[in-house]
């Protein structure tokens, strides 16, 4: 059995948890589902009625980080207060997670996204604090939706 890392992100979907993994996997290199457990038989406990087939344990890995999730049940939503960092080498490596990860125009701000499980994401260069160490700088990045290395580069 591999052991699991100390402390990992877990990730509680509506009834989406297996779509979201296949996805995510899809789009971060060196990344797979390590396993998934379904919901045991439903007359076990009352909390599993209509839970038949859904994830009750997911571990995923995307780019060597390790994730768990579940599917709970519309209990609870995603919001901003927590996000995950895609910390990216060029502009190229930003556009292509933006267009994967970006799926609410109206939640795109300073390089933050939110995707179509309403995840949220930072889309960001990996020399961000170089490149917003100046007032115009940080001027620039904050009319930006995504970012664009190249107008803070030359604000």
């Known amino acids: 059995m591999a052991e699991i890392a100390p402390i990992q992100p877990c990730l509680w979907f509506d009834d989406r948890a297996r779509e979201a993994m296949d996805y995510y996997v899809d789009v971060f290199p060196n990344s797979q589902i390590i396993r998934i457990d379904e919901y045991p038989d439903e007359s076990l406990d009352e909390h599993f009625a209509g839970m038949s087939g ?16 579940l599917d709970g049940g519309p209990l609870f939503q995603f919001n901003e207060s927590v996000s995950f960092i895609v910390s990216c080498e060029d502009q ?13 125009p109206e939640s795109e701000q300073c390089g933050w996204c939110k ?41």
């Not at 859904?54 to 999730?69: D, P, R, S, Y």
């Not at 490149?131 to 990045?141: A, D, G, K």
């Open 54 to 69: 859904k994830v009750l344990n997911g571990q995923f890995a995307l780019n060597g980080v390790e994730f768990t999730c």
């Open 92 to 104: 190229e490596e930003i556009d292509y997670y933006w267009s994967k990860l970006s799926h609410v």
């Open 115 to 155: 995707d179509q499980f309403g995840v949220s994401w930072q889309v960001i260069p990996a020399r961000m604090g170089e490149l917003t160490r100046r007032p115009e700088q940080v001027q620039v990045m904050m009319r930006q939706k995504k970012i664009v290395i190249a107008e803070l580069e030359h604000a």
